[in-house]
């Protein structure tokens, strides 16, 4: 049943691409409010995460869901995953309002959608979440325990294969935007220092970058200065210090009109999703002459190892698809270049040249590709 009525005017809303499944549930007796959007499944199941925020408005639960979905068609497409895309959020503050009755509630919904929707761990959710889910569905992801795509012991968190695909990518960044492959005496400024913000921030200070953070749990900060030497900064000038990269690991939406004409950094280039308020902002970054490192091109690590732990593939097998992500980029770069077109346009470009050509041998109706961002 609908949570609210959030569902009303949906086919009109600005961010619905003719997704194919939108489902609203509420469930009074454990106070679990979630929806869940597909957007395609040309390629394969839809597989993503499932996120818990404190939303302020269902109306930004929606906006976020549909849009996140969407996100994941491309960056399956632009990984060359044989997945769809798919997202569900919880509305609620993961660290006041979660509980197993909870989850296991919205694995009961899951199971309901018959398996068209396959959730992995995402902001507010881990690995143990989804294992209480597990217990009422079969579609749950990223949670067996293996060897990881690092050598070390993994519980299925996809987190670590994020932050390293994120960091493969910012060096292809530094690479081609700044003409250097070392990282000694980087300057990095990351919004968002949580299980994959902390993980990216770790393999830039090893590779000897200098580090500003910010992060709206006081806990996460003082972990990493304690840890990781970082700087502490503050959510009014995070995105705005005087850095060489800005990496956003947190909510999405923060390039926009008001934020990228106060860019100091000459690169972006994090892991947070949809990190583009409107399609339009991707030219303004450029215009500016800062190099945008495509969200879902650079974040992708950790789909690629949801992907590969059910087909049971070796860890240098995934850590061999996670180092694409750097030549994913590098090509989107170039393409940028040589055409003078924003890099999220020739991102997409890429993504919906392989999303189509699925679709169009599954015989499917492509529908309309709108830009994510």
Known sequence: MPSSNASANVFCHPEFDNHEHLSFFCDPETGLKAIVAIHNTSRGPALGGCRMFPYATDEEA???????????????????????????????????????????????????????????????TSVPDLK??????????????????DGNPS???????????????????????????????LKVAIQGIGNVGFRLAKHLKEAGAELWVYDIHEDNMRRAVNQLGARPATAENILFLPVDVVAPCAMGAVLNSAS?????????????????????????????GILYAPDFAINAGGIIDVFYERTGATPETVRAHVDTIG???TEIFNRS??????????????????????TAGAGLAPGRLARTG
Do not use: C, W
Not at 86 to 104: F, H, N, W, Y
């Open 260 to 288: 990228i004409p106060q860019l100091q950094a000459r690169i972006v280039a994090g892991a947070a999703n949809n990190l583009l308020e409107h399609p339009e902002h991707d030219a303004m970054l450029r215009n500016r």
């Open 337 to 358: 270049d040589r055409s003078g077109r924003p890099t999220g346009e020739i991102a997409n470009e890429l993504a919906e040249e392989r999303f189509k050509k699925h």
């Open 155 to 185: 519980n299925g968190d996809p987190s670590p294969a994020t932050a390293y695909g994120s960091f493969i990518g910012l060096k292809a960044a530094v690479k081609h935007k700044l003409g250097q492959d070392n990282l000694s005496g």
């Open 62 to 124: 929606l906006r976020d869901v549909l849009r996140l979905s969407r996100g994941m068609t491309y960056k399956s497409a632009l990984a060359n995953l044989d997945l769809g895309g798919g997202k569900s959020v919880i509305i609620g503050d993961p660290r006041k309002q979660k509980t197993e009755a909870l989850m296991e509630a919205m694995g009961r919904h899951l199971e309901s959608l018959g398996g068209q929707y396959i959730a992995a761990e995402d902001s507010g």
């Open 327 to 329: 030549d994913t980029l």
């Open 132 to 149: 209480v889910m597990g217990r009422h569905t079969r579609h749950v992801a990223g949670i067996a325990s293996r060897t990881g795509f």
